[in-house]
DNA sequence: TGACATACCTCGGAATTCGATGTATTATGT
DNA sequence: ACATAATACATCGAATTCCGAGGTATGTCA
């Protein structure tokens, strides 16, 4: 369904538009790709947890509608994460595009 | 090192171009995308064996100066399956830049 | 009261790729 | 002449990445 590899890049993205909780950040990345791109929540929170063992992004329970969320947030090497792997995405696609002969 | 899942699509048009060995397709994509991108041996080899046992392309013999090479062509599936690929491929990359926040 | 959306989670397995390793031939430099 | 690199093909095991199926629980709406 997905591009392998690119969603780290995708869920660090949405979190550096603001906090958010698991759930809605499968939506956001439903709506934001105009339903195109998709992640299963099989995949997303252990991705999440990883993120978060590795410093990337930090929990923190909120209250939200009445029940408690768990949220997460990127940190400073998050956004420096985030940068790396948004040039490299660039970077790849920018040579596949080549290879295949169309343009940027 | 690589966008997991693109390579079939990459070795598919790197065929289409011409009928190529194992070796040439290997610095065809490595030259094509300016050393950005890079196929393994050990990952070349086994795509390869796996396409022609779906019919995408198929093997013949031919002496290239002066030794027998094991080349491959792309048949009408193969042709196919390119540009359904290759159609996935921009479908993708374009959501992942929609929601990335640049251009196309 | 039943169905559906929200919200979180784990597990097993499939798919994809790389690195290491092996073999053999040809070209190039010294 | 000899060593080294490039060419050329191949297999194996391991790592990574992802999905589907399943489980639990609450809120909402008809």
Redesign the pocket.
């Known amino acids: 369904?997905?591009?392998?590899?690119?969603?780290?890049l995708l869920i660090l993205h949405v979190l550096s538009t603001g906090p958010r909780?698991?759930?809605?950040?499968?939506?956001e990345i439903r709506q934001g790709s105009e339903g195109v791109l998709?992640?299963?929540?099989?995949?997303?929170?252990?991705?999440?947890?990883?993120l978060e063992q590795r410093g990337l992004i930090e929990a923190f329970e909120e209250t939200?509608?009445?029940?408690l969320?768990?949220?997460y947030r990127l940190t400073e090497a998050g956004r420096r994460e985030l940068d790396r792997q948004a040039a490299e995405w660039r970077r790849y696609s920018r040579a596949v595009n080549l290879l295949l002969g169309g343009a940027s």
């Open positions: 369904m997905n591009i392998k590899g690119s969603l780290p909780h698991g759930y809605a950040i499968l939506k998709g992640v299963a929540e099989g995949t997303l929170y252990p991705i999440l947890h990883d939200v509608s009445g029940r969320r768990r949220c």
